[in-house]
């Protein structure tokens, strides 16, 4: 916290690893006694060994930790919810941890959004060649019917508000 300006954080995340290290009880106590609102544990299903669920949200409730329900979880004082969710990160699928806003929508992760990106520049490309191709058929029709009033003898400028 002397790196914040003793700041105390909104939240905490632990993840628990295959080897156990103190996240139900020394280090949320640690917590406490820091004043962090929220203490998130990510206990993922592939390294459970004990009661706990593989997500579980605490808020900070009169000293003590209360374990709150619902997923994704919101919390008003950060503007953000936190939940699990299966996706590809650096070509691995898998369920990993992700921000929601209030209406339990995901916010996509760098890679998502960077493909969303892609996919959007990709659709703007086809849009624009469309519309080229398209721009060029009615050029080619206007010069069709420019000659065929020029082999009647109609000048088609004459019908041309512009000199």
């Known amino acids: 916290m002397w790196e914040e300006n003793y700041v105390v954080p909104l939240l905490a995340l632990e993840c628990v690893s295959h080897k156990y290290g103190g996240e139900y009880d ?16 990510y206990n993922p299903e592939y390294w459970q060994k004990d009661k706990h669920q593989p997500f ?30 299966v996706g590809t990160y650096c070509g691995w699928t898998q369920e990993w941890l992700y ?3 209030e209406t339990g929508f995901r916010h996509p992760s760098p890679d998502e959004a960077t493909s969303e990106q892609r996919q959007r520049a990709e659709q703007t490309q086809i849009q624009l ?5 398209q721009l060029e ?27």
């Open 99 to 101: 921000w929601y806003d």
């Open 56 to 85: 579980e949200v605490y808020r900070l409730t009169n000293g003590e930790y209360v374990l709150q329900s619902g997923e994704p979880f919101y919390m008003p004082e950060i503007g953000l919810g936190i939940g699990r969710g």
């Open 26 to 41: 020394e280090k949320q106590q640690k917590y406490v006694n820091l004043g962090v609102l929220y203490y998130v544990v």
């Open 137 to 163: 058929q009615e050029r080619l029709r206007a010069q069709r019917l420019a000659e065929r009033l020029r082999a009647r003898g109609i000048d088609p400028s004459e019908f041309l508000d512009e000199p």
């Open 129 to 133: 060649e469309q519309a080229l191709t």
